[in-house]
């Protein structure tokens, strides 16, 4: 059974960064495209980001690009999500995914994504 573990998320002030981890057990990580999530209250669920299964590929939402990097370090089962310049909009529950042969045109898309994590919840607020 696959299982992602997110984790570092918390309350952080405008302006300053947080890095996101999600773990990957149970599963071949290295055949899975991630993908980052954010869901804010009485919001929909939207996209952030993914890299593809080697890295080579990434894609961002354009909120957020120029302040997110997403990685991953397949020898050790994980995707990150580093945050800076944090502004109160950020502020939501996010969600890594994982999924096997998406193709490059689907990896915006929730549904095509198998597994997905509980999600951590980042606060940003002065």
């Known amino acids: 059974q696959v299982q992602l573990v997110e984790s570092g998320g918390g309350s952080v002030q405008p302006g300053n960064s947080v890095r996101l981890s999600c773990t990957v057990s149970?599963?071949?990580?290295?055949?899975?495209?991630m993908t980052w999530f954010r869901q804010a209250p009485g919001k929909e669920r939207e996209f952030i980001s993914a890299?593809?299964?080697?890295?080579?590929?990434?894609i961002y939402a354009d909120s957020v690009k120029g302040r997110f990097t997403i990685s991953r370090d397949n020898a050790k089962n994980t995707v990150y999500l580093q945050m800076n310049g944090l502004k109160a909009e950020d502020t939501a529950v996010y969600y890594c995914?994982?999924?096997?042969?998406?193709?490059?045109?689907?990896?915006?898309?929730?549904?095509?994504?198998?597994?997905w994590g509980q999600g951590t919840q980042v606060t940003v607020s002065s």
């Open positions: 890299i593809r299964e080697r890295g080579g590929t990434t």
């Open positions: 149970g599963g071949t990580f290295s055949r899975y495209a």
């Open positions: 995914g994982a999924g096997a042969g998406i193709i490059l045109s689907s990896l915006r898309r929730d549904s095509a994504y198998a597994y």
